[in-house]
């Protein structure tokens, strides 16, 4: 398990180092102005990666670890409906693209980077494909690969002084190879024919078996695909409408004061997805139904370790950031170094929340789950709207606090009601006695 998580780890610090190296190149190439223009128009195509994809890869975590082989039977239907979801959100990008005109750089790097929401929905499908069959190496590799093609992009146009519209076109460029590369690397599991970890594996491929029960119905389909798409969709509302908002109100060089800390912040967060969204949460679906235990030591242990290493990592961010972001972005972005240290204060709200979150996931609890996330986006909106037009990008920061503080509790009793109960909580000794595979299960 250690070297699995290490594995995911290794390849996400890469991630980090490499989206961080991005927004470097690019902030130091671009003007500050088209930096925050291109950041934003990144954020709203990421708003739209939970409706392209519309839930199947995580629905895919849930039916697969519960029915196992049986479960092919959703694959054909669903990835109809996110190839749908996914054509119309390309549309509506394109659209809003024209929409821009006559300022043909502004329109031009709308279109180009409507690619991004493509690439993204082909990433999450392929990344639940590899967590399916427990290939951990393939899974950190497809990560980590668009990454490098983007900064690869950025070095180009930091070293030849490139416009925005080139950085857009080079994302472009990377997002079609992604996609490409998605496609190759799930072509067995969409054959019905690749082994489940966890599982037996199947005895004929789907695709060809004759008594492979009937696919779900399209309205079964969607009532269990919708809660994870609208629980992704809070998710990155707190991550990007801020610096949306921000650039709409107080422009593109305020909204890169505040998409430099979020980037960093968004890299912080990869820990916790690491977790639970890659590593635990397939199997927290298979011991919902089989292994209590080991979803008692997820609470306990797991969520309090994980509320400890959020704040470790906050004051790391707070401190070094001061010192950091003006160093490594430049004298322009010195009054970046204060929103960080404000939005500093979310990490250990959102490490606590990713935990519980996943338990709430598993246990039959999605849709109070989504409840609560969708109360918690309520909150960021209406704090945003009140903070950024007084305070600017630190009312911004402020608002994101607030919000992951109310979520993150609201997660946190809902977890103890309905997945512990009146349960007794596993000691240290049961946890030092999973981890020493004396329990095989929680393997």
């Not at 409706?51 to 694959?75: I, K, P, T």
């Not at 909106?381 to 037009?389: F, I, R």
């Amino acid at each position: 398990m250690l070297a699995q998580v290490g594995l995911l780890g290794l390849s996400q610090a890469g991630v980090t180092v490499a989206a961080f190296g991005s927004q470097v190149l690019l902030a130091r190439t671009l003007t500050r102005e088209d930096f925050g223009s291109f950041t934003a128009v990144l954020a709203v195509v990421s708003l739209t990666a939970p409706v392209a994809v519309f839930g199947v890869s995580e629905l895919w975590l849930q039916v697969f670890g519960q029915e196992g082989a049986r479960a092919y039977r959703w694959v054909g239907p669903s990835l109809r409906l996110a190839c749908a979801a996914c054509a119309a959100l390309l549309l509506g990008v394109l659209a809003w693209s024209v929409a821009e005109l006559p300022d043909t750089t502004a329109a031009a790097v709308r279109a180009l980077l409507a690619t991004v929401v493509v690439a993204q929905a082909a990433l999450a499908l392929a990344g639940s494909v590899r967590q399916l069959r427990g290939d951990y190496r393939g899974l950190s590799a497809l990560q980590l690969a668009p990454h490098l093609g983007r900064v690869l992009v950025t070095a180009a146009v930091w070293a030849a002084g490139l416009s925005v519209v080139a950085a857009a076109a080079g994302y472009a460029v990377v997002a079609v190879a992604t996609v490409a590369a998605c496609l190759l690397a799930s072509r067995e599991f969409r054959r019905g024919a690749m082994p489940l970890e966890g599982h037996p594996a199947p005895a004929a491929p789907a695709a060809r078996s004759g008594d492979v029960d009937a696919g779900p119905r399209p309205g079964e389909l969607l009532g269990a695909a919708t809660p994870y798409v609208l629980g992704n969709v809070c998710y990155l509302l707190g991550i990007h409408f801020g610096t949306v908002l921000a650039a709409e109100l107080l422009g593109g060089a305020e909204a890169a004061l505040l998409a430099v800390p979020m980037a960093v912040l968004t890299a912080v967060y990869l820990v916790p997805r690491v977790v639970y969204q890659q590593y635990l949460l397939g199997k927290l679906h298979r011991w919902a139904g089989s292994d209590a235990e080991a979803v008692l030591l997820a609470y306990r242990w797991g969520s309090a370790g994980m509320v400890a290493l959020g704040a470790v990592v906050a004051a790391a961010v707070a401190v070094g950031g001061l010192v950091a972001l003006p160093l490594v972005f430049g004298p322009a972005y010195r009054d970046a170094a204060p929103v960080l240290a404000v939005l500093a204060l979310a990490v250990p709200f959102r490490f606590g929340g990713a935990a519980v979150a996943a338990l709430l996931t598993s246990g039959g609890l999605l849709r109070r789950k989504v409840v609560y996330q969708a109360a918690g986006a309520v909150v960021l909106l209406a704090a945003l709207a009140v903070a950024v037009p007084v305070w600017g990008v630190r009312g911004a920061a402020g608002a994101t606090v607030l919000a992951e503080a109310v979520l993150c509790c609201l997660l946190w009793v809902a977890a103890r009601r309905g997945v512990v109960g009146d349960a007794p909580l596993p000691t240290w000794r049961d946890l030092r006695r999973r981890l020493s595979r004396e329990a095989p299960r929680a393997s």
